[in-house]
């Protein structure tokens, strides 16, 4: 047997490269291509026994030899004694199987990582390494992982840190910026550690968005961009936070302004060379903290305080009651004032962001997000929170509360009793504000929130947001700061709030016991200069005249003084003057003078011509006795300008088709309380003006007397004769004689006798209170008498304006005007206020809780909280009266309607069929009607017999009622 060897390529295996090896039927061929040489030969073998032959051809591939491949490897971290983490890795070959690969793996410092204690595993080219350190070392290790196929290898290091220190991070030596208006704020950090560092920026306890590199930028700053920043340094394993940084919104010039009565001299702020960035108050003191760090006080303070006087860098305060506590730029705080009780500042007080101050305690925030606090032991809380010991960045403290913002915008609240209660739909907050007698918060956008038991009287500033910055509330006043430097009251100020919208750029409002104190910004503060001047006007008697003026480009407060010629007007210090019920002296010419700090300036003069409205004399006016069945003729001497026109009034409605000089009331339609006037109107060009004539009272000439039922026994007084007015309460009865005298008795018929004073005058009618007595007289003035025992002391009314033009004592607490419009004496029955919204009013009557008013034009409203609900449709009414919980209103043809509190009401049931009623009388529960024909009719309530008509009753010309008595005025019995 013979074998031959052939090959298709010489060039790369020739015949001498491949050689036989075995002996009999086992054989072996081994081909060795030629050095340097690569490619693809065919190696064709040939087995012959000398007759027969069989021949195998195979292919031999002849390629470079590549190393093996390994992925990278991260550098990793532990702690001592524990096995770090699985890092997987990839080996790869491109001329063999992964399987095929040697992995092996050695440690640079066998001391801390033994060869021994790194674990290799997986399989292909899947691989993965772990290292455990021995146990009580630390240190780093560099592990070398290799990967072979035999001849080649490759290599691929990591380090093992264990027990790995944090990155140092080290700030620049300032830590304090004060920052002007639209300047820019850079801060800056270096940090070395191990890995690849990375950073993030926060501003108050929030993280900036966007700013992940050493440095930080704040271009354009502005009030918002004010307070503490920090930067957290990471590394694979640890964080390390920065020292903080404070940024104080300084603009170039301020200026300091105390609103109120501020008392203990704060009022006289002193002269404050550097601009202020931040003021707090105590009761009697106030403290300004300057663009340098230095503190100024004033007030009732104490002259040398070696505490305040020595401190510097200082970034924030915070007042208590009686202490102010000071945060300087290093982290560290210092408290002064009366602390002679404090506990020592804790040694924990380092690293500050923020502090807060409450009654006698104080609190700070650290740059870990722990609330620490010490004050006066006996005030100290129960415990601070588990809730304020992590992940705090806002606190706020008030007398003895206090809130802090955590890091997802919760609230946490507590006092010395413990924690307190916070809205569960509170949104998520940003800054917190614990104020006296209520919390507030702002979110993201700065709109308010709050709540607790004053949180109405933020109203205002709630309705008025977003963009609000700060909120300051002391004892009932507070003042709440947007953040375009505008201003919102809030509670009662000592001050007008007005006062409050001529400060535009301010930066801090602090509500102090009596004051308030701004700051502003008046680096670009320029002096007044009228745009608009106040033109001339034109205008009718009695009526108004508005100037105004417009001022630009004068920085606020401006002053405003207005001029008659060259009289100062007082009072008159706004942009507008108001003058109202004008007279010919009120022609002149009216100017203004602006002024700021800077400078004044003055505006034109201004001509007010005015121009004289119609008279109208009556041949007859004041009071009337006439015969009731016979006319009386009423006629007015009229003089005036332009067209004129005439209405004629009877008890404040007008008179249809009564609208010529003159005016006869017709025989019969005259009760024993009838107010007549004219009213004569100027129509001249643009102008329109009435002038309302005095008033003509008329009342019958008849024998009369006063008939009273029901309740307990009420007697007459004697010499009691021709009464022409009746008004009366279960105690006290008052009337008013033909003779135009007053009389007023008690139960036992005692007459009341006047203090200080004679009680004889023109009186026309009376309306009796609970406590008083008030009386109209034909001139239209009111008098008031107080009831005191068995006396009458008068009081003043002047202040109410009712000199003159009451037509009607509407009711007990109410006098009603000519001109429609209506004057109080309040509650209490002292004099109060011209109720303003009330116009065009004839006639009133007072309920339990509310009041009914009839207007001119015949409709019928009510105001009051105990108002029963009106029907939807009465007609054209001429009357109203009111008792307990129900309403009645005549109507122009005589009959009644009535509505109550409730169907079951007593008095709801007026009778069947009564028409021709000319007046009506309401008590609490029960009503009585005056017909034509001098008849009267009772209904409602009668468990006293106040229901119970007297039989053969006189004529009857005036009804009354009291809670449980009526009363009428009839012609005297023979």
Same mark, same amino acid.
Not at 274 to 279: G, I, R
Not at 282 to 311: C, M, N
Not at 922 to 935: F, I, K, V, W
């Given at each position: 047997?013979?074998?031959?060897?052939?090959?298709?390529?010489?060039?790369?295996?020739?015949?001498?490269?491949?050689?036989?090896?075995?002996?009999?039927?086992?054989?072996?061929?081994?081909? %060795?291509? +030629?050095? /340097?040489?690569? &490619?693809? @030969?065919? #190696?064709?073998?040939?087995? $012959? *026994?000398? =007759? !027969?032959?069989?021949?195998?051809?195979?292919?031999?591939?002849?390629?470079?030899?590549?190393?093996?491949?390994?992925?990278?490897?991260?550098?990793?971290?532990?702690?001592?004694?524990?096995?770090?983490?699985?890092?997987?890795?990839?080996?790869?070959?491109?001329?063999?199987?992964?399987?095929?690969?040697?992995?092996?793996?050695?440690?640079?410092?066998?001391?801390?990582?033994?060869?021994?204690?790194?674990?290799?595993?997986?399989?292909?080219?899947?691989?993965?390494?772990?290292? %455990?350190? +021995?146990? /009580?070392?630390? &240190?780093? @290790?560099? #592990?070398?992982?290799?990967? $072979? *196929?035999? =001849? !080649?290898?490759?290599?691929?290091?990591?380090?093992?840190?264990?027990?790995?220190?944090?990155?140092?991070?080290?700030?620049?030596?300032?830590?304090?910026?004060?920052?002007?208006?639209?300047?820019?704020?850079?801060?800056?950090?270096?940090?070395?550690?191990?890995?690849?560092?990375?950073?993030?920026?926060?501003?108050?306890?929030?993280?900036?968005?966007?700013?992940?590199?050493?440095?930080?930028?704040?271009?354009?700053?502005?009030?918002?961009?004010?307070?503490?920043?920090?930067?957290?340094?990471?590394?694979?394993?640890?964080?390390?936070?920065?020292?903080?940084?404070?940024?104080?919104?300084?603009?170039?010039?301020?200026?300091?302004?105390?609103?109120?009565?501020?008392?203990?001299?704060?009022?006289?702020?002193?002269?404050?060379?550097?601009?202020?960035?931040?003021?707090?108050?105590?009761?009697?003191?106030?403290?300004?903290?300057?663009?340098?760090?230095?503190?100024?006080?004033?007030?009732?303070?104490?002259?040398?305080?070696?505490?305040?006087?020595?401190?510097?860098?200082?970034?924030?305060?915070?007042?208590?009651?009686?202490?102010?506590?000071?945060?300087?730029?290093?982290?560290?705080?210092?408290?002064?004032?009366?602390?002679?009780?404090?506990?020592?500042?804790?040694?924990?007080?380092?690293?500050?962001?923020?502090?807060?101050?409450?009654?006698?305690?104080?609190?700070?925030?650290?740059?870990?997000?722990?609330?620490?606090?010490?004050?006066?032991?006996?005030?100290?809380?129960?415990?601070?929170?588990?809730?304020?010991?992590?992940?705090?960045?806002?606190?706020?403290?008030?007398?003895?509360?206090?809130?802090?913002?955590?890091?997802?915008?919760?609230?946490?609240?507590?006092?010395?009793?413990?924690?307190?209660?916070?809205?569960?739909?509170?949104?998520?907050?940003?800054?917190?504000?614990?104020?006296?007698?209520?919390?507030?918060?702002?979110?993201?956008?700065?709109?308010?929130?709050?709540?607790?038991?004053?949180?109405?009287?933020?109203?205002?500033?709630?309705?008025?947001?977003?963009?609000?910055?700060?909120?300051?509330?002391?004892?009932?006043?507070?003042?709440?700061?947007?953040?375009?430097?505008?201003?919102?009251?809030?509670?009662?100020?000592?001050?007008?709030?007005?006062?409050?919208?001529?400060?535009?750029?301010?930066?801090?409002?602090?509500?102090?016991?009596?004051?308030?104190?701004?700051?502003?910004?008046?680096?670009?503060?320029?002096?007044?200069?009228?745009?608009?001047?106040?033109?001339?006007?034109?205008?009718?008697?009695?009526?108004?005249?508005?100037?105004?003026?417009?001022?630009?480009?004068?920085?606020?407060?401006?002053?405003?003084?207005?001029?008659?010629?060259?009289?100062?007007?007082?009072?008159?210090?706004?942009?507008?003057?108001?003058?109202?019920?004008?007279?010919?002296?009120?022609?002149?010419?009216?100017?203004?003078?602006?002024?700021?700090?800077?400078?004044?300036?003055?505006?034109?003069?201004?001509?007010?011509?005015?121009?004289?409205?119609?008279?109208?004399?009556?041949?007859?006016?004041?009071?009337?006795?006439?015969?009731?069945?016979?006319?009386?003729?009423?006629?007015?001497?009229?003089?005036?300008?332009?067209?004129?026109?005439?209405?004629?009034?009877?008890?404040?409605?007008?008179?249809?088709?009564?609208?010529?000089?003159?005016?006869?009331?017709?025989?019969?339609?005259?009760?024993?309380?009838?107010?007549?006037?004219?009213?004569?109107?100027?129509?001249?060009?643009?102008?329109?003006?009435?002038?309302?004539?005095?008033?003509?009272?008329?009342?019958?000439?008849?024998?009369?007397?006063?008939?009273?039922?029901?309740?307990?026994?009420?007697?007459?007084?004697?010499?009691?004769?021709?009464?022409?007015?009746?008004?009366?309460?279960?105690?006290?009865?008052?009337?008013?004689q033909a003779n135009g005298k007053l009389v007023v008795w008690n139960q036992k018929g005692n007459a009341l006798s006047l203090w200080h004073g004679d009680?004889?005058?023109?009186?026309?009618?009376?309306?009796?209170g609970r406590y008083s007595v008030f009386v109209l007289r034909a001139n239209g003035t009111v008098r008031h008498y107080a009831i005191a025992g068995d006396?009458?002391?008068?009081?003043?009314?002047?202040?109410?304006?009712?000199?003159?033009?009451?037509?009607?004592?509407?009711?007990?607490?109410?006098?009603?005007?000519?001109?429609?419009?209506?004057?109080?004496?309040?509650?209490?029955?002292?004099?109060?206020?011209?109720?303003?919204?009330?116009?065009?009013?004839?006639?009133?009557?007072?309920?339990?809780?509310?009041?009914?008013?009839?207007?001119?034009?015949?409709?019928?409203?009510?105001?009051?909280?105990?108002?029963?609900?009106?029907?939807?449709?009465?007609?054209?009414?001429?009357?109203?009266?009111?008792?307990?919980?129900?309403?009645?209103?005549?109507?122009?043809?005589?009959?009644?309607?009535?509505?109550?509190?409730?169907?079951?009401?007593?008095?709801?049931?007026?009778?069947?069929?009564?028409?021709?009623?000319?007046?009506?009388?309401?008590?609490?529960?029960?009503?009585?009607?005056?017909?034509?024909?001098?008849?009267?009719?009772?209904?409602?309530?009668?468990?006293?017999?106040?229901?119970?008509?007297?039989?053969?009753?006189?004529?009857?010309?005036?009804?009354?009622?009291?809670?449980?008595?009526?009363?009428?005025?009839?012609?005297?019995?023979?």
């Amino acid at each position: 047997m013979t074998l031959k060897v052939s090959s298709s390529n010489a060039a790369l295996v020739s015949a001498s490269g491949i050689v036989f090896d075995g002996k009999g039927n086992t054989r072996t061929v081994t081909v %060795k291509p +030629k050095s /340097g040489k690569t &490619g693809t @030969a065919k #190696i064709t073998v040939k087995l $012959s *026994d000398g =007759k !027969l032959s069989v021949s195998r051809t195979f292919t031999v591939k002849v390629v470079r030899n590549t190393p093996p491949t390994i992925s990278k490897l991260k550098d990793m971290g532990t702690r001592i004694g524990v096995k770090t983490a699985k890092q997987s890795f990839t080996v790869r070959d491109a001329e063999r199987d992964a399987s095929r690969l040697q992995v092996t793996a050695s440690s640079s410092n066998p001391s801390l990582i033994p060869d021994s204690s790194i674990e290799l595993s997986g399989t292909g080219e899947k691989r993965s390494i772990a290292a %455990k350190p +021995k146990a /009580g070392v630390s &240190g780093s @290790a560099v #592990i070398t992982v290799a990967v $072979s *196929d035999g =001849k !080649l290898s490759a290599r691929e290091r990591f380090t093992v840190l264990v027990d790995p220190p944090p990155p140092k991070v080290s700030t620049k030596s300032k830590t304090r910026y004060a920052v002007s208006p639209a300047g820019k704020l850079e801060l800056a950090v270096t940090a070395k550690g191990p890995g690849k560092l990375r950073y993030q920026w926060y501003h108050n306890g929030l993280p900036l968005k966007g700013e992940t590199k050493a440095k930080l930028s704040r271009s354009k700053f502005t009030r918002e961009m004010a307070g503490y920043y920090w930067v957290d340094v990471s590394d694979e394993w640890n964080t390390t936070r920065s020292d903080p940084f404070f940024a104080l919104y300084a603009p170039k010039a301020t200026g300091v302004h105390v609103l109120g009565d501020g008392g203990y001299k704060i009022e006289k702020v002193p002269t404050i060379k550097s601009p202020v960035v931040a003021v707090v108050t105590l009761p009697t003191a106030a403290y300004a903290l300057t663009k340098e760090g230095t503190i100024v006080a004033w007030g009732d303070v104490t002259k040398t305080d070696s505490v305040r006087d020595k401190l510097k860098d200082v970034v924030a305060l915070a007042a208590g009651d009686k202490h102010v506590v000071a945060l300087r730029a290093n982290g560290t705080v210092a408290v002064f004032g009366n602390t002679e009780r404090f506990e020592k500042i804790p040694a924990a007080a380092t690293g500050i962001v923020a502090v807060a101050a409450g009654d006698m305690r104080c609190y700070a925030l650290r740059k870990d997000g722990r609330v620490i606090t010490w004050g006066v032991p006996r005030y100290k809380p129960t415990s601070i929170p588990s809730a304020a010991k992590k992940d705090v960045i806002g606190l706020s403290a008030k007398d003895r509360a206090v809130l802090a913002l955590k890091t997802n915008g919760k609230v946490v609240g507590w006092n010395q009793k413990g924690s307190l209660s916070i809205p569960k739909s509170l949104p998520k907050a940003t800054r917190v504000f614990a104020l006296s007698g209520c919390m507030a918060v702002l979110n993201s956008k700065g709109a308010i929130t709050a709540w607790g038991d004053y949180a109405g009287e933020l109203q205002d500033a709630i309705q008025a947001g977003p963009g609000f910055l700060s909120i300051s509330r002391y004892n009932g006043r507070g003042v709440a700061l947007k953040n375009d430097g505008s201003l919102y009251a809030s509670g009662y100020l000592s001050f007008p709030a007005s006062e409050l919208t001529k400060y535009n750029s301010v930066t801090v409002a602090e509500a102090a016991s009596q004051h308030v104190i701004l700051v502003r910004d008046k680096s670009g503060d320029k002096a007044p200069k009228i745009k608009t001047q106040p033109v001339s006007i034109t205008a009718m008697e009695t009526g108004s005249a508005t100037f105004a003026v417009v001022a630009t480009a004068g920085t606020a407060p401006l002053n405003y003084q207005w001029y008659k010629g060259s009289t100062k007007i007082k009072g008159a210090t706004g942009a507008t003057l108001r003058l109202t019920n004008l007279t010919s002296k009120d022609a002149a010419k009216y100017s203004v003078k602006v002024s700021n700090h800077l400078g004044s300036v003055t505006s034109a003069a201004a001509p007010l011509q005015v121009v004289a409205l119609p008279t109208a004399s009556l041949s007859s006016s004041g009071r009337h006795l006439i015969n009731p069945t016979g006319s009386f003729k009423l006629t007015a001497t009229v003089k005036g300008t332009g067209t004129l026109s005439y209405q004629w009034y009877r008890n404040g409605l007008p008179i249809p088709n009564a609208t010529s000089s003159s005016y006869t009331v017709p025989a019969g339609a005259v009760d024993l309380k009838a107010t007549y006037w004219l009213r004569v109107t100027s129509k001249s060009g643009q102008l329109t003006g009435s002038n309302t004539s005095a008033a003509v009272f008329l009342v019958a000439d008849r024998a009369t007397e006063v008939v009273t039922w029901g309740g307990s026994a009420f007697s007459m007084p004697a010499g009691l004769e021709n009464p022409v007015a009746i008004s009366a309460n279960d105690d006290v009865a008052a009337a008013v004689q033909a003779n135009g005298k007053l009389v007023v008795w008690n139960q036992k018929g005692n007459a009341l006798s006047l203090w200080h004073g004679d009680p004889t005058f023109d009186a026309v009618d009376v309306a009796v209170g609970r406590y008083s007595v008030f009386v109209l007289r034909a001139n239209g003035t009111v008098r008031h008498y107080a009831i005191a025992g068995d006396g009458l002391r008068q009081k003043d009314l002047s202040d109410l304006g009712t000199a003159s033009g009451v037509g009607a004592i509407a009711a007990p607490t109410y006098a009603l005007k000519r001109d429609g419009s209506v004057i109080s004496w309040g509650m209490f029955e002292d004099p109060e206020e011209t109720i303003t919204p009330w116009h065009d009013i004839a006639a009133l009557a007072e309920g339990s809780g509310y009041t009914l008013l009839l207007k001119k034009d015949g409709s019928v409203a009510a105001e009051g909280w105990g108002s029963p609900e009106m029907p939807a449709a009465l007609g054209s009414v001429i009357g109203v009266a009111a008792g307990d919980g129900v309403s009645f209103v005549l109507k122009q043809n005589g009959t009644i309607a009535a509505w109550a509190t409730y169907p079951e009401h007593p008095a709801l049931a007026v009778p069947d069929g009564l028409t021709e009623v000319v007046s009506v009388g309401a008590g609490a529960r029960h009503a009585l009607a005056l017909r034509q024909d001098g008849a009267v009719v009772a209904w409602g309530a009668n468990e006293s017999g106040q229901a119970d008509v007297p039989i053969d009753l006189p004529r009857v010309y005036r009804v009354a009622a009291s809670e449980s008595r009526s009363f009428v005025i009839c012609e005297k019995a023979e």
